[in-house]
């Protein structure tokens, strides 16, 4: 059965690779966009070099007796803010220009680098905080509470659970090929999941006003969406039976 089309409003995403009509070979990595990677991690560096310059300040008010403690919770707040911006642009990037799993130690840095930037932007100051002689005991237990929870919530901010790879969007890519002969895929703002048709009942549904459409890796870098549509997947399989018989 061919795709009905949807009565929604359908979104090109502009931008990367254009949605392909013919398959491309394994491996194709047209859909790569280093320019806007590279800009996501400058900007990304530069927030978290401006983290650090305030975990420094923080530092240097501690070296400096009386320690104001809303000073400090201050220049700890604004230490965090860009420590997460920086965390956040990385990770984009990463989706622009992941690594190659097959490099396995620039895998592991590239993709978990937040969770070291966030301990080199707090663990120096909780370590001053908690052996300072000059804080008093509460104040250095709310200092100290404040600059551990920020430095576990960058941390674990960090983390890439499921970190892109050129081997996954090349095995993601290849199936949707395979299933349709383009790379072309829809989502929606609020989905986890990319469809081959338009007119999945999954995506067209009252709380869907707008669906989006391009390739695979377009889900990926602007949802970090990374799952075919079960049904959509069954519906392509069906339809490509009687060409084999």
Same mark, same amino acid.
């Given at each position: 059965?061919?795709?009905?089309?949807?009565?929604?409003?359908?979104?090109?995403?502009?931008?990367?690779?254009?949605?392909?009509?013919?398959?491309?070979?394994?491996?194709?990595?047209?859909?790569?966009? #280093?320019? !806007?990677?590279?800009?996501?991690?400058?900007?990304? =560096?530069?927030?978290? /070099?401006? *983290? &650090? @310059?305030?975990?420094?300040?923080?530092?240097?008010?501690?070296?400096?007796?009386?320690?104001?403690?809303?000073?400090?919770?201050?220049?700890?707040?604004?230490?965090?803010?860009?420590?997460?911006?920086?965390?956040?642009?990385?990770?984009?990037?990463?989706?622009?220009?992941?690594?190659?799993?097959?490099?396995?130690?620039?895998?592991?840095?590239?993709?978990?680098?937040?969770?070291?930037?966030?301990?080199?932007?707090?663990?120096?100051?909780?370590?001053?905080?908690?052996?300072?002689?000059?804080?008093?005991? #509460?104040? !250095?237990?709310?200092?100290?509470?404040?600059?551990? =929870?920020?430095?576990? /919530?960058? *941390? &674990? @901010?960090?983390?890439?659970?499921?970190?892109?790879?050129?081997?996954?969007?090349?095995?993601?890519?290849?199936?949707?090929?395979?299933?349709?002969?383009?790379?072309?895929?829809?989502?929606?703002?609020?989905?986890?999941?990319?469809?081959?048709?338009?007119?999945?009942?999954?995506?067209?549904?009252?709380?869907?006003?707008?669906?989006?459409?391009?390739?695979?890796?377009?889900?990926?870098?602007?949802?970090?969406?990374?799952?075919?549509?079960?049904?959509?997947?069954?519906?392509?399989?069906?339809?490509?039976?009687?060409?084999?018989?």
């Amino acid at each position: 059965m061919p795709d009905m089309g949807t009565s929604k409003k359908v979104t090109r995403v502009g931008g990367g690779e254009t949605p392909s009509a013919a398959p491309k070979q394994p491996g194709t990595l047209a859909s790569i966009d #280093k320019g !806007k990677a590279k800009k996501f991690r400058i900007f990304a =560096v530069l927030c978290w /070099i401006i *983290a &650090i @310059a305030f975990e420094i300040g923080a530092i240097v008010l501690l070296k400096k007796p009386p320690v104001g403690t809303a000073e400090l919770i201050f220049m700890i707040a604004v230490d965090f803010i860009f420590a997460l911006i920086g965390i956040v642009l990385w990770k984009k990037a990463n989706r622009y220009d992941p690594a190659s799993e097959k490099e396995k130690i620039r895998f592991f840095v590239q993709n978990q680098l937040g969770v070291f930037i966030a301990i080199i932007a707090f663990l120096p100051l909780v370590v001053l905080i908690l052996t300072s002689k000059d804080l008093k005991g #509460k104040q !250095k237990g709310i200092l100290g509470a404040v600059a551990v =929870v920020a430095m576990l /919530i960058a *941390a &674990i @901010a960090g983390i890439d659970f499921n970190p892109p790879s050129l081997e996954q969007y090349a095995e993601q890519t290849a199936r949707v090929e395979a299933l349709t002969g383009a790379n072309h895929v829809y989502w929606t703002p609020h989905g986890s999941s990319y469809h081959i048709y338009s007119d999945c009942s999954y995506i067209n549904t009252d709380r869907t006003s707008e669906i989006f459409e391009g390739t695979v890796a377009q889900a990926r870098e602007l949802k970090n969406i990374t799952d075919l549509c079960d049904r959509c997947a069954a519906r392509a399989e069906r339809e490509k039976l009687p060409q084999t018989r």
